[in-house]
């Protein structure tokens, strides 16, 4: 699964590229051209799936609180946070104490949100795991299916965190739980099937809107819809339909696979308009800065991730284990 998270937070980037870098989010207010060759509109619900399939990854295999993993998380964020704010202090904008602050409390702050809602749901994990084994399959399918549906009415909400929402989160984490322990799969070509077949009929709602209701263009692309939460579902099974092939080597290079989105989210939207500006003048720059971007943050990552462990060697984390409430 680490070469599905890479191709996942691959895809993250791209996506904030498109979202941040050229404008994609303002659609509704800006001049961009949606028609014509129609790039943005091909590629946008492609990338827009790996957020909820990375959280979806988090559920199906199941998440295990304990102290010495939440302590290691947090100090790969204070870290990153850190790292990311001195380096827009230097290229961006000037210093300022309540950006620093701010950065050195990046789940409160929501930094990035995806990391305060995934950090939300780790510690309630132990109730959440205990929940979903104790509810029988229909009771654990309904409240799926209220959720599902919940998250389809409310994604036209115009607000602007409408679209990334903690109940969204928590809902494809408990669709990955009952997935798992209902012994639910999906055949390869199936998956395939229903992910593009999902991704067509995304493209012709979005050409559609372009023309008719340009406000609806961005909408559509909501992480709660039906059509991009069977995405991150059946893009999961695709994967894992794959002949398995593990490599030690591979999983411990790529470890530090979530650090390129810490990074490059955490340089904010300036770092996407470069980045955007370049592909602007040579698409083949462009390429070369991506995967020179993703380099460096794998590398970076890794001194990230030494220096936590580190750190966390001087502390004695097997005492606040044994007094854990959620060990028994």
């Known amino acids: 699964m680490e070469v ?17 870098g050229y404008g994609f989010k303002d659609v509704a207010q800006s001049g961009m051209a949606l028609t014509g060759n129609g790039a943005c509109i091909i590629l946008a ?16 295999y199941g998440m295990k609180f304990s102290v010495k993993k939440g302590l290691t998380i947090e100090l790969w964020l204070l870290i990153t946070s850190l790292l990311t704010f001195f380096i827009c202090t230097f290229f961006f ?11 050195c409390f990046p789940i409160s702050s929501m930094r990035w949100w995806f990391m305060t809602y995934y950090m939300i749901i780790f510690l309630l994990s132990p109730i959440l795991n ?26 036209i909400r115009i607000e602007p965190s409408g679209r990334c929402n903690f109940l969204g989160l928590l809902t494809i984490f408990l669709m990955g739980r009952y997935f798992r322990i209902h012994k639910i799969e999906i055949e390869r070509k199936k998956a395939l099937t229903i992910f593009l077949s999902c991704w067509a009929g995304l493209i012709g709602l ?3 809107s372009a023309h008719c209701f340009r406000k609806w263009v961005f909408i559509l692309l909501n992480y709660n819809t039906p059509l991009l939460m069977s995405m991150s579902v059946t893009l999961f ?11 030690l080597k591979v999983n411990k290079l790529l470890r530090p696979v979530l650090f390129i989105y810490l990074i490059t989210d955490g340089l904010y939207i300036p770092f996407y308009e470069w980045v955007a500006s370049v592909f602007e003048v040579n698409v083949l720059y462009g390429v070369l800065l991506y995967v020179a971007v ?11 991730i030494r220096l936590s462990e580190c750190i966390l060697s001087k502390i004695n984390t097997h005492k606040f284990e044994d007094y854990s409430i959620f060990v028994k």
């Open 4 to 20: 599905l998270r890479l191709v996942l937070m691959l895809a993250i980037f791209a996506w904030h590229i498109l979202v941040h």
């Open 45 to 60: 619900p492609l990338f827009a799936p790996a957020t909820y399939c990375f959280m979806f990854i988090s559920g199906y």
């Open 93 to 103: 904008w000037p210093f300022s104490s309540g950006g620093f602050f701010k950065a």
């Open 130 to 155: 205990k929940g979903c084994e104790s509810l029988g399959k229909n009771g654990f399918l309904l409240i799926i299916s209220l959720l599902v549906l919940y998250q389809t009415i409310s994604f």
């Open 206 to 208: 979005l050409f559609l």
């Open 237 to 247: 099974y695709f994967m894992k339909g794959l002949k398995p092939h593990y490599s």
């Open 294 to 304: 993703v380099v460096v943050c794998l590398l970076t990552g890794h001194a990230v």
